[in-house]
């Protein structure tokens, strides 16, 4: 079965200054992508960015961008230039089979003014 | 719709009542997903929906939990004679076809926070 680490429950950063997120995971998935998903107090998770694992170049989308090291099996998510908006609680997700996402326990990730 | 939608947004019920979740997926969307996040925790599988196929219910933790979906479109989980560890949110996701991974972004509601005093 796929499993999903995150082993930082909290993380906090200055506004404008860069932060990364770690993740690690496992999968008996021989083709399988990966997800960075923010979920902000009002619940609703909203996905940030995805790597497929066959792409050797990382995932971004404007200032969020990934380091994925297939061999390690870690994917790190980056984010640059933070802002307030980006407090929120971050989980890493991969799926099992092509239905299900497993999800880590979340990082709460806190902007400090 | 716009986007996921789930009712109500909170539940509050005594131990051992029944309770009814609603989740509106996205039109035309044919794939529909129920999780479940206890306080703290990541998100936990529960049951998946495929159009007119058998659903995976390889998550749902007890026979006192249930869910069906009607005309493809709208679904409903039910718990039965709730009890206080079934107190978590419950957040629905769809997402727009199963074939090919390219296909699984998964579109997520806001979740219903079900309190079971």
């Known amino acids: 079965a796929q499993t999903v680490t995150q082993s930082q429950p909290e993380m906090s950063v200055q506004e404008a200054e860069t932060v990364t997120l770690s993740c690690t995971y496992d999968?008996?998935?021989?083709?399988?992508?990966l997800f960075w998903y923010k979920q902000p107090p009002s619940r609703q998770m909203i996905l940030v960015i995805r790597?497929?694992?066959?792409?050797?170049q990382n995932a971004t989308e404007n200032r969020f961008s990934v380091n994925f090291q297939k061999a390690a099996k870690s994917f790190s998510l980056k984010i640059s230039d933070s802002q307030l908006g980006d407090a929120a609680m971050y989980f890493c997700?991969?799926?099992?089979?092509?239905?299900?996402?497993?999800f880590g326990q979340g990082t709460r990730l806190t902007i400090n003014p | 719709g716009a986007g996921v939608s789930q009712s109500p947004s909170n539940k509050v019920t005594e131990k051992g009542k029944d309770v009814e979740l609603r989740c509106d997926p996205i039109s035309g969307h044919t794939a529909l997903y129920w999780y479940r996040q206890s306080l703290g925790q990541g998100l936990e599988f529960l049951i998946y929906?495929?159009?007119?196929?058998?659903?995976?219910k390889s998550g749902l933790p007890s026979d006192r939990f249930s869910a069906e979906r009607t005309g493809g479109s709208v679904s409903t989980l039910t718990i039965q004679r709730t009890q206080q560890e079934d107190s978590a949110v419950y957040l629905c996701?769809?997402?727009?076809?199963?074939?090919?991974?390219?296909?699984?972004?998964?579109?997520f509601g806001a979740g219903t926070r079900l309190s079971v005093l």
């Open positions: 929906f495929q159009g007119n196929s058998a659903p995976d």
């Open positions: 997700a991969t799926h099992q089979g092509a239905q299900k996402l497993v």
């Open positions: 790597q497929e694992a066959y792409k050797q």
């Open positions: 999968t008996s998935e021989s083709d399988y992508y």
């Open positions: 996701a769809s997402s727009p076809r199963l074939s090919g991974l390219a296909k699984n972004i998964q579109y």
